[in-house]
T-cell receptor
């Protein structure tokens, strides 16, 4: 596709429910990143994929958070037993990793706004 | 852990003035540095990327400089326009996987 797409754009859920957030990266981009932007906080890194592997999961805040990537393309971020502090905008980005120069620019999707009641 | 600071947090300038936005980071061992723009309720738009070996990048009215040894980057926007009103984010890429560490942004309002 022309850009990174994410779905849903908005999600309202009740505390304790599980949610799945989806990211479709730019075609051909091998690197995929998930970030979170909480109200009043900066953007924080969650997880990095190179292909289908996740060599860096250090930003996931708890074991309730998990992510996978299949076919070197689509990624899903799953939050189990959601808590109110999980409310945030979840952003996905992709890039041509280690291609050099401007090609390593990370292109961001529009985000999924998650509200946990 | 890389810490990125942006000052000022918010500023307003009259249309036509030049904008100067500052970014500092604590660990100079960076892979690259990116400047982004974020409009309210929207995602991030990449403006400029500076490799760690470069000193500056230019695109149109935008110029970004990088002084890696002192841990600083500056984004200059010449002849500001009301359409430049947005939040500008500085992000530092780490060696190995290019994960980005972000500042909290400079919120800019250009007054017509």
């Amino acid at each position: 596709g022309a850009g990174v797409s994410q779905s849903p754009s908005n999600k309202v859920t009740e505390k304790g429910k599980d949610v799945e957030l989806r990211c479709d990266p730019i075609s051909g981009h091998t690197a995929l990143y998930w970030y979170r932007q909480s109200l009043g906080q900066g953007l924080e890194f969650l997880i990095y994929f190179q292909g289908n592997s996740a060599p860096d999961k250090s930003g996931l805040p708890s074991d309730r958070f998990s992510a996978e990537r299949t076919g070197g393309s689509v990624s899903t971020l799953t939050i189990q037993r959601t808590q109110q502090e999980d409310s945030a905008v979840y952003l996905c980005a992709s890039s041509s990793q280690f291609a050099g120069g401007r090609q390593e620019t990370q292109y961001f999707g529009p985000g999924t706004r998650l509200l946990v009641l | 852990k890389q810490e990125v600071t942006q000052i000022p947090a918010a500023l307003s300038v009259p249309e036509g003035e030049n904008l100067v936005l500052n970014c500092s980071f604590t660990d100079s061992a960076i892979y690259n540095l990116q400047w982004f723009r974020q409009d309210p309720g929207k995602g991030l738009t990449s403006l400029l990327l500076i490799q760690s070996s470069q000193r500056e990048q230019t695109s149109g009215r935008l110029n970004a400089s990088l002084d890696k040894s002192s841990g600083r980057s500056t984004l200059y926007i010449a002849a500001s326009q009301p359409g430049d009103s947005a939040t500008y984010l500085c992000a530092v890429g780490a060696w190995g996987n290019n994960r980005l560490a972000f500042g909290k942004g400079n919120q800019v309002v250009v007054i017509p």
